[in-house]
């Protein structure tokens, strides 16, 4: 317990990716969820260009927020790698 709370205090290591990934998860739900709905907007039945948009909206949305995630994931990556290289550094070398 003590552990973890100098973890969380000191920003040593981010909790940011596994928060990503859980939105990532959301965002994904979310994306079918607004695909659905354009699907069954019609009057009285879904035709099939909503069908076809529906089904756009899907794709694109689970692309877009896959895309989105990795470029996230990727700066705290880099961030990690550069935290790695600092501390792997002699501590008189300075760059």
Same mark, same amino acid.
């Given at each position: ?7 969380? $205090? ?6 940011? +990716?596994?928060?990503? *990934?859980?939105?990532?998860? @959301?965002?994904? /739900? !979310?994306?079918?969820? /607004? !695909?659905? /709905?354009?699907?069954?907007? %019609? ?6 260009? =909503?069908?076809?948009?529906?089904? %756009? *909206?899907?794709?694109? %949305? ?8 990795? @470029? $996230?994931?990727? $700066? ?5 790698? @550069? =935290? ?5 550094? +002699?501590? %008189?070398? =300075?760059?």
């Amino acid at each position: 317990m003590k552990d973890l709370a100098k973890e969380l $205090l000191n920003f040593n290591n981010l909790i940011t +990716p596994q928060v990503i *990934t859980f939105i990532y998860w @959301l965002l994904m /739900a !979310g994306s079918v969820i /607004a !695909g659905l /709905a354009v699907m069954n907007m %019609g009057y009285r039945s879904m035709t099939f260009v =909503q069908f076809l948009v529906g089904l %756009g *909206t899907i794709v694109i %949305g689970i692309v877009v927020t896959r895309i989105w995630c990795e @470029l $996230l994931i990727v $700066l705290f990556k880099m961030n990690e790698a @550069l =935290q790695d290289i600092r501390s792997s550094k +002699p501590s %008189g070398e =300075q760059s």
